[in-house]
């Protein structure tokens, strides 16, 4: 069953698809972030090696990986990120390149499971602060990976001065003491 935290979370990722890209790919420090990012996957994984991006969005970072000669296995729980996706890796999509995979968290090691096993597994850009119970990720996908892959994720850090002086910032931290 999809908790609602994960279907709203899909549905507020649908509605931002449209404009994601010029989001995430305007501020400098943003565009730094990334390259930073491929760039430790690049000198870890060998080329060739069949990659887990979890979370890709609209394959920003898949179509970076399949254009340096990775497989991907691109996985997200927005449809709506994976329609852009599809529209900006279609040749990649078409040779089996990069294998989309849509569906929610709570069915991910059904979902992903069905593929060869991934060399590597990726998730940049702080995807796994978004979810509700991050170490239900790290239990879904050790078992999914080939032994000894690595795993290479970006996480935020959840005291960002910019992100303290906002009012959601305090709420969410006052949600996480109650609990």
């Given at each position: ?7 709203d ?15 995430v ?50 996985y997200?729980?927005?449809a709506?990120?994976?329609d ?68 290479i994720?970006?996480v ?22 109650r609990?």
């Amino acid at each position: 069953m999809i908790d609602s935290r994960e279907s709203d979370a899909a549905a507020a990722y649908d509605r931002l698809a449209p404009e994601y890209d010029d989001l995430v790919t305007t501020p400098p420090i943003n565009v730094w972030t990334r390259r930073a990012f491929q760039d430790l996957v690049l000198q870890t994984i060998p080329t060739g090696s069949l990659l887990l991006d979890f979370g890709c969005g609209t394959g920003l970072d898949a179509s970076w990986y399949a254009q340096r000669g990775y497989r991907v296995l691109a996985y997200d729980i927005s449809a709506g990120m994976l329609d852009r996706l599809h529209r900006r890796c279609a040749p990649e999509v078409a040779r089996g390149q990069i294998v989309p995979v849509c569906g929610p968290f709570s069915s991910f090691s059904a979902a992903i499971g069905c593929y060869p096993r991934p060399d590597a597994a990726v998730s940049n850009f702080a995807v796994l602060n978004g979810l509700a119970h991050p170490r239900d990720f790290f239990g879904a996908i050790a078992p999914l990976l080939a032994p000894g892959a690595p795993l290479i994720v970006s996480v935020l850090n959840p005291f960002f001065y910019k992100d303290m002086r906002q009012g959601w910032w305090w709420a969410a931290f006052a949600r996480s003491a109650r609990q």
